[in-house]
């Protein structure tokens, strides 16, 4: 049996297949069609999932759809009932799109696939939940989603136990604690659905000046359920994020949206920001192990992804362990429900732990070679052995190195397969990527791969974080780490064993053995505004386009010195930088 998985229409639009219960294929539709975020029917990522199940749309059991647009519409009427007469245009603009989603999915699918097969629909919080329960490997958890808003609820909790998933609680719209976290991203002037994890990062540089302020905004119990106050929002009414009140509260209007300069009043916001935002994760994270009695949690939702909320629930809450969904936002729906057909309603057996969240498009050698021959690359083809030995030297050397290999990461994360990769003892690395090829804020950290033996050593972190979703601080008592260690201290961690890529490990072991610091800086190879780049061609164009030094594809090492010269000027224009 072959189930299909698909989230769309909202933001990040993906596919995944799960044949037998195994996860054969889930990728991102932004990955192939190069638009950031995309939240159209996932054509490319379902024949992309359909290819490397090696079957066709007539082969489906059936397309299972991560939320119920019926509640969603149900969701909006009340809203707009509630709120009539500020959001009525708001309301008539979303509500052919609201309406038309049931009706159009079945329509699309089979105009743009040719599947006429049964289209199930899941809860979108439930997807979440299975996303994470079905890939721990756990015969029993506790589970806690938290994201923007779903259906109704915008915070789940309950418990999985073999193939069952209770959700015995939740919080509902307008009350949320994504939304909250959007609108701080705004007024701090950047996007919402995108650029949440830069007020993550921007947090560290500030004080928790505005905590009062912010508790202002929302009421949390003792039990971790929280209430906004709406008068500061307009969310609800489909306008702006926040209204005048809000800001009235803060003192000052919101930054424009990437312009402008920022100041340490907006540094301290966001820090305000994720103090609240832990002590609600660690208070829900505490409730739901006390009622549910299980010690292991589940985490999924785009809050999930806060990674540094993550850490203070491994510390600060009862838990014995958390599994994070590495791809925890709404693209992770698709994996959810899929797991949801297949363990939740088929009632099939489950399969240990998640693989590999190497579940995107690959590249065989010969692909790749005919790519970088078509682009007139210069390249040198090298054995392993040799090309561990030159990427070491390249990079123990100070260069920027860019590293294609194998399958794409399913999730937000560069796992060492689409990354670009640095010294992280070099002083002025972090900025030399910032600044040259990622093309980004400098306030912005890198994360720190680590052989996963070698992480309690360098880092105050006791068990593995394979997904890059967990923050904790830089040992003090070891050689110091500049380009990985963020202004508090703490790092992104990333660790690594050989069973999840024995390339990858032997390249940082190799790294740790000619330098004695097993750790390398890992961040994704794109630049800004731009996905993560899926294919050798994309590699390229990303390698030529920046300062990057050397970029190693599958067995092939290009070194920049040797290529044809391009227009720095002109590619930077191209992708809309300065």
């Known amino acids: 049996m072959h189930i299909l ?51 066709r749309p007539s082969d489906l059991s059936a397309i299972i759809y991560y939320d119920k647009p019926i509640r969603k519409l149900d969701r909006s009427l009340r809203t707009f009932i509630d709120t009539f007469p500020s959001g009525f245009g708001a309301f008539i603009r979303k509500m052919p799109h609201l309406a038309g989603v049931q009706l159009r999915l079945p329509k699309e699918l089979k105009k743009e696939l040719g599947y006429g097969g049964p289209v199930l629909y899941s809860e979108h919080h439930l997807s979440h939940a299975a996303s994470a329960f079905y890939c721990s490997g756990w015969e029993e958890a506790a589970i806690l989603t938290v994201d923007g808003v779903g259906e109704w609820a915008t915070s789940s909790w309950g418990v999985g136990r073999g193939r069952e998933i209770h959700l015995t609680g939740e919080t509902r719209f307008p009350h949320s604690l994504g939304l909250l976290y959007s609108a701080v991203t705004l007024y701090l002037g950047f996007k919402v659905n995108s650029a949440e994890y830069k007020v993550m990062g921007l947090a560290p540089y500030g004080e928790p000046l505005y905590v009062d302020k912010i508790r202002q905004l929302i009421h949390v119990a003792p039990d971790g359920t929280f209430r906004l106050d709406m008068r500061y929002f307009a969310f609800d009414r489909g306008e702006r994020m926040y209204n005048a ?32 935002v832990d002590d609600v994760m660690v208070r829900l994270a505490t409730t739901v192990v006390k009622e549910t009695g299980v010690k292991r949690l589940c985490l999924a939702g785009g809050v999930a992804l806060n990674c540094v909320a993550n850490g203070e629930i491994l510390r600060r809450a009862p838990v014995d362990d958390i599994y994070i969904q590495p791809s925890a936002g709404d693209a992770g729906g698709a994996m959810g429900a899929a797991l949801v057909a297949w363990n939740g309603l088929l009632k099939k057996p489950r399969l240990p732990r998640l693989e590999s969240v190497y579940l995107g498009p690959g590249y065989d050698e010969g692909t790749v070679k ?20 030159e990427t070491v030297s390249q990079l123990s050397n100070g260069k920027v190195v860019g590293w294609f290999q194998g399958r794409m990461e399913w999730g937000p994360r560069a796992l060492g397969h689409r990354s670009i990769l640095g010294d992280p003892r070099h002083p002025e690395m972090r900025d030399i990527i910032n600044r040259k090829i990622k093309m980004r804020e400098g306030f912005r950290p890198f994360a720190p791969a680590v052989l996963e033996e070698a992480c309690a050593d360098w880092f105050e ?19 110091p780490l500049p380009s990985v260690t963020h202004v508090d201290g703490s790092a992104r961690i990333q660790t690594i064993n050989r069973d999840q890529d ?43 386009r920046t300062e990057m030094d050397v970029l190693v594809a599958g067995p092939f090492v290009l070194r920049k010195e040797d290529q044809p010269k391009i227009d720095l000027a002109s590619a930077a224009e191209e992708f809309g930088l300065d």
């Open 502 to 544: 024995a390339l990858y490990y032997d390249l940082i072991k190799a790294f740790g053995d000619r330098t004695g610091v097993p750790v390398l800086i890992n961040t994704s190879m794109n630049v800004r505004g731009e996905p993560m780049v899926c294919s050798p061609e994309d590699a390229w164009r990303c390698f030529m």
């Open 370 to 389: 005919a790519a970088l021959d078509a682009a007139g690359a210069v390249y040198a083809r090298l054995d392993r052995d040799a090309l561990l030995a």
């Open 245 to 276: 009140a809000f800001e009235h509260l803060f003192g000052r209007p919101g930054r424009p949206i990437e312009e402008g300069e920022l100041e340490q009043f907006h540094k301290d916001v966001a820090r305000s920001l994720q103090v609240v």
């Open 5 to 55: 998985g698909i989230s769309c229409f909202y933001h990040d639009a993906a596919a995944c297949l799960v044949s037998e219960g195994r996860v054969v294929a889930a990728a991102s539709e932004e990955a192939f069609t190069r638009k950031k975020h995309d939240s159209r029917l996932p054509v490319e990522a379902i024949r992309y999932a359909l290819a490397e199940g090696g079957i």
């Open 461 to 479: 972190l006791d068990r593995p974080s394979p997904y890059m979703l967990l923050v904790a601080p830089v040992r003090a008592d070891k050689p």
